[in-house]
C-alpha cells in the first residue's frame, strides 16, 4: 500500500442523521420525508497522544491532565493497540463508564474509542457532573486543585 495513502486513512468517522425535505433520488422518484441521511460530523485523521489532547481541550495547566494521570497513567490504547478498560469497565484516557455515557456521546458525536472523542466527553462530563465525577481517584489528584 502507499504509503502516503495509509498515512490519510482516517481513524474514526463520526456521522449525524439528518432528515432531508422531499428530494428527487435516483430516476427522478421522490423519496417522502424524513428518510435519514447520514452526514460525517468529524472526521480524526490527526493522531493526538493524550497530552495533546487534553491541552487542547482543557488547557495549560488542568486538573483534568492529573485526572488523567491518576484514571489512566495518561495512556488510552494498550500496548496491543485496544481501548484501554478499566476493571469497572470504563474505557480509555478517563476511564469514561460506556454503560452510562455511551448515549450522551453518541448525540454529541464523541466517539470515546478514540483519544479526542475521550477527551471531549470528559469535558462534557465535567459540565454536567463537575469535578466529583472523578471522585473514586481524588486521592491521587485532589492535592492539585487550586485555590
Given at each position: 500500500m502507499n504509503l502516503l495513502k495509509s498515512l490519510l486513512v482516517p481513524i474514526a468517522i463520526a456521522t449525524t442523521t439528518i432528515f432531508?425535505?422531499?428530494?428527487?433520488?435516483?430516476n427522478g422518484v421522490y423519496l417522502e420525508p424524513p428518510y435519514p441521511m447520514l452526514v460525517?460530523?468529524?472526521?480524526?485523521?490527526?493522531e493526538y497522544t493524550p497530552?495533546?489532547?487534553?491541552?487542547?481541550?482543557?488547557?495549560?495547566?488542568?486538573?483534568?491532565?492529573r485526572i488523567a494521570q491518576c484514571?489512566?497513567?495518561?495512556?488510552?490504547?494498550?500496548?496491543s493497540g485496544e481501548v484501554l478498560k478499566g476493571y469497572t469497565g470504563?474505557?480509555?484516557l478517563f476511564?469514561?463508564?460506556?454503560?452510562?455515557?455511551?448515549k450522551e456521546a453518541?448525540?454529541?458525536?464523541?466517539?470515546?474509542y478514540t483519544i479526542m472523542g475521550n477527551a471531549l466527553m470528559a469535558k462534557h462530563i465535567l459540565?454536567?457532573?463537575?469535578?466529583?465525577a472523578w471522585n473514586p481517584s481524588r486521592h491521587c489528584w485532589g492535592g492539585f486543585l487550586t485555590e
Amino acid at each position: 500500500m502507499n504509503l502516503l495513502k495509509s498515512l490519510l486513512v482516517p481513524i474514526a468517522i463520526a456521522t449525524t442523521t439528518i432528515f432531508t425535505p422531499i428530494d428527487r433520488g435516483l430516476n427522478g422518484v421522490y423519496l417522502e420525508p424524513p428518510y435519514p441521511m447520514l452526514v460525517p460530523t468529524y472526521v480524526e485523521t490527526v493522531e493526538y497522544t493524550p497530552e495533546t489532547a487534553i491541552k487542547e481541550v482543557f488547557g495549560e495547566n488542568s486538573v483534568m491532565y492529573r485526572i488523567a494521570q491518576c484514571e489512566s497513567n495518561l495512556t488510552h490504547f494498550t500496548a496491543s493497540g485496544e481501548v484501554l478498560k478499566g476493571y469497572t469497565g470504563d474505557i480509555g484516557l478517563f476511564q469514561i463508564a460506556p454503560q452510562y455515557w455511551s448515549k450522551e456521546a453518541e448525540r454529541l458525536n464523541y466517539d470515546i474509542y478514540t483519544i479526542m472523542g475521550n477527551a471531549l466527553m470528559a469535558k462534557h462530563i465535567l459540565s454536567v457532573q463537575g469535578i466529583g465525577a472523578w471522585n473514586p481517584s481524588r486521592h491521587c489528584w485532589g492535592g492539585f486543585l487550586t485555590e
